[in-house]
């Protein structure tokens, strides 16, 4: 009778905390989801969500050099006057922007001011 009550017991208690476990709820943090396949069943790339994203640019930094041989750093790639990224050519670098042009419309990057 004891061992029949216990058992009841425990399978009360462990029954409760099954269901007082809250639901889930996966945070990816800007990342994609690891479970969806990068691949279709014909074998065509699933284009990912990140590069439509990459499509703003993003000044982070520079490296300037008065003889020319500056670099920059925007969406997270290392470039130099004369590349090309995402459609953009790389016109110039100076000491606090960078110069782009994409189909002859010009644009400029700055870097967000210092401090006081």
Request: aromatic share 8%.
């Amino acid at each position: 009778m004891l061992k029949n009550s216990f058992c009841i017991l425990l399978i009360l208690v462990f029954t409760s905390c099954a269901f007082a476990q809250g639901e889930f709820v996966y945070d990816a943090k800007g990342k994609r989801n690891p479970f969806i396949p990068l691949v279709t069943p014909e074998g065509q790339l699933i284009k990912l969500q990140e590069d439509e994203k990459k499509s703003e640019l993003s000044l982070k930094g520079i490296i300037y050099d008065k003889s020319g041989a500056s670099f920059a750093i925007i969406n997270d790639e290392v470039i130099k006057a004369g590349d090309n990224l995402l459609g953009y050519q790389i016109v110039k670098i100076e000491e606090r922007k960078v110069v782009l042009s994409k189909d002859g419309v010009p644009q400029e990057l700055e870097l967000p001011k210092e401090g006081p």
